[in-house]
């Protein structure tokens, strides 16, 4: 339906990003990064007007950049009629009291940006809760007066969700909220448990991997189906599971929330019990953006967010998403520095078949055979062998099915279990 000329469009909010390189974070790299930043400026809603870089070995403690550089920014503010300033790193709340007093303009870090775009993009009931919690304990030491009058004037980019009506409570009533919300996680996480128990017998591959890898894109090309599939950050949120059909295997294929640098703690911690998808997968893809000119930094970021996590000792591959965008002496170079990894391109269906195969292989490593003598009346035990194992050869003689095949371990003894549960009910 088009939309009424009459209806006034909000209008976007006009940002300055501001960096600082060094030492350790060269200015092209630096300048990377605020390439980044603008990615997930517009990602909120916020149009870029200007971005600065400071060559300083480590932050101001008082005002990130300098009082030099920040009355240059006053004055870039000024210039530029500019509503929002985003810094690219985690502000104080003294730096970010001192630069609004100086600017008179509304600050925000990249923590509080990621929030921002995670509190308009949850939608179930687990993720905004689990935003909510942690934007309230990324605003609980940020309390300043500027930002909650701000708040109540002006709206806008970072004071989505909780920010209206929380920043205007004390702390005790933000820290009575937080109990509440880890209350509330801890019963939703209760009702997923149950719902991954009920998915038991299946095998599962979790996509992992830097936000905007194309994880999304990728799923629905080996699922036939239409997870939303965004060219911007943070796309998804919730974990996300689809069937995938192989050829021995019905797999279960979950998407997850994408990493990036600097992820904030809380949301990390807050999205845990969402990431046990990650932690209870037989396999994990991780997908890797291969145009991109940080292919290294973000597997670094991936692995370490992974290591975080606690998600350790399980099976992985890594997957070159959107090689179709690659120059062939890159790609010659890729292939190279990663011997054990596939490459494919889920938006053109290229190595898709090669990546199943494989995906297929890694689980049947945890497979062992096994030979069963089953009485015909526990038909229940018969058929999870086939949703659970691999059934090669099946004969009935007598009151007996003769069942033989390759299972897990786990699956094994969860399959004599039933067994001997069900000779009881019969006695």
Same mark, same amino acid.
């Given at each position: 339906?088009?939309?009424?000329?009459?209806?006034?469009?909000?209008?976007?909010?006009?940002?300055?990003?501001?960096?600082? %390189?060094?030492?350790?974070?060269?200015?092209?790299?630096?300048?990377?990064?605020?390439?980044?930043?603008?990615?997930?400026?517009?990602?909120?809603?916020?149009?870029?007007?200007?971005?600065?870089?400071?060559?300083?070995?480590?932050?101001?403690?008082?005002? %990130?950049?300098?009082?030099?550089?920040?009355?240059?920014?006053?004055?870039?503010?000024?210039?530029?009629?500019?509503?929002?300033?985003?810094?690219?790193?985690?502000?104080?709340?003294?730096?970010?009291?001192?630069?609004?007093?100086?600017?008179?303009?509304?600050?925000?870090?990249?923590?509080?940006?990621?929030?921002?775009?995670?509190?308009?993009?949850?939608?179930?009931?687990?993720?905004?809760?689990?935003?909510?919690?942690?934007?309230?304990?990324?605003?609980?030491?940020?309390?300043?007066?500027?930002?909650?009058?701000?708040?109540?004037?002006?709206?806008?980019?970072?004071?989505?969700?909780?920010?209206?009506?929380?920043?205007?409570?004390?702390?005790?009533?933000?820290?009575?909220?937080?109990?509440?919300?880890?209350?509330?996680?801890?019963? @939703?996480?209760?009702?997923?448990?149950?719902?991954?128990?009920?998915?038991?017998?299946?095998?599962?591959?979790?996509?992992?991997?830097?936000?905007?890898?194309?994880?999304?894109?990728?799923?629905?090309?080996?699922?036939?189906?239409?997870? @939303?599939?965004?060219?911007?950050?943070?796309?998804?949120?919730?974990?996300? $599971?689809?069937?995938?059909?192989?050829?021995?295997?019905?797999?279960?294929?979950?998407?997850?929330?994408?990493?990036?640098?600097?992820?904030?703690?809380?949301?990390?911690?807050?999205?845990?019990?969402?990431?046990?998808?990650?932690?209870?997968?037989?396999?994990?893809?991780?997908?890797?953006?291969?145009?991109?000119?940080? $292919?290294?930094?973000?597997?670094?970021?991936?692995?370490?967010?992974?290591?975080?996590?606690?998600?350790?000792?399980?099976?992985?591959?890594?997957?070159?998403?959107?090689?179709?965008?690659?120059?062939?002496?890159?790609?010659?170079?890729?292939?190279?520095?990663?011997?054990?990894?596939?490459?494919?391109?889920?938006?053109?269906?290229?190595?898709?078949?090669?990546?199943?195969?494989?995906?297929?292989?890694?689980?049947?490593?945890?497979?062992?055979?096994?030979?069963?003598?089953?009485?015909?009346?526990?038909?229940?035990?018969?058929?999870?062998?086939?949703?659970?194992? $691999?059934?090669?050869?099946?004969?009935?003689?007598?009151?007996?099915?003769?069942?033989?095949?390759?299972?897990?371990?786990?699956?094994?003894?969860?399959?004599?279990?039933?067994?001997?549960?069900?000779?009881?009910?019969?006695?």
């Amino acid at each position: 339906m088009l939309e009424d000329a009459a209806t006034p469009s909000i209008a976007k909010e006009k940002a300055i990003l501001v960096g600082i %390189y060094g030492p350790e974070t060269p200015k092209w790299l630096a300048g990377e990064y605020l390439e980044e930043l603008e990615l997930l400026a517009d990602t909120a809603g916020a149009i870029c007007e200007d971005k600065i870089l400071q060559n300083r070995p480590h932050p101001d403690p008082s005002t %990130y950049i300098g009082k030099g550089k920040l009355n240059q920014l006053k004055a870039l503010v000024s210039e530029t009629n500019s509503d929002l300033l985003i810094f690219d790193d985690d502000l104080t709340a003294t730096q970010i009291r001192n630069i609004e007093k100086v600017t008179n303009t509304k600050v925000l870090d990249r923590s509080g940006l990621i929030l921002d775009i995670f509190a308009s993009r949850a939608k179930t009931a687990a993720a905004k809760t689990q935003v909510e919690l942690a934007q309230l304990q990324y605003l609980l030491p940020r309390l300043t007066r500027f930002w909650t009058h701000l708040s109540r004037q002006k709206g806008g980019i970072g004071t989505k969700g909780p920010g209206e009506t929380q920043i205007e409570t004390d702390r005790r009533l933000i820290g009575d909220r937080i109990s509440t919300l880890k209350d509330k996680l801890e019963k @939703l996480d209760k009702q997923r448990t149950t719902q991954r128990k009920g998915r038991e017998g299946n095998p599962r591959v979790a996509l992992v991997g830097y936000t905007n890898a194309g994880k999304s894109t990728l799923m629905n090309a080996l699922t036939h189906t239409d997870v @939303l599939a965004e060219d911007r950050l943070f796309a998804t949120l919730d974990s996300t $599971v689809r069937r995938l059909e192989l050829e021995n295997h019905d797999v279960l294929l979950s998407d997850t929330v994408g990493f990036i640098r600097k992820l904030p703690h809380n949301l990390i911690e807050s999205f845990k019990s969402t990431l046990d998808e990650v932690r209870e997968a037989d396999v994990l893809l991780h997908v890797v953006d291969a145009s991109s000119r940080l $292919v290294d930094d973000y597997i670094d970021v991936v692995e370490s967010t992974l290591d975080e996590l606690k998600v350790t000792g399980l099976k992985k591959v890594l997957v070159f998403n959107k090689i179709d965008l690659v120059d062939p002496s890159r790609l010659m170079e890729l292939k190279k520095g990663f011997p054990g990894a596939l490459f494919v391109s889920a938006e053109r269906s290229m190595g898709l078949d090669k990546l199943q195969r494989h995906v297929e292989y890694m689980i049947e490593q945890d497979y062992e055979p096994f030979s069963f003598k089953v009485p015909v009346e526990h038909y229940k035990a018969v058929s999870f062998l086939h949703d659970a194992g $691999v059934v090669e050869d099946e004969q009935f003689e007598g009151n007996y099915v003769m069942i033989s095949g390759s299972i897990k371990e786990k699956d094994r003894k969860r399959f004599k279990s039933m067994l001997e549960k069900l000779e009881t009910a019969l006695t």
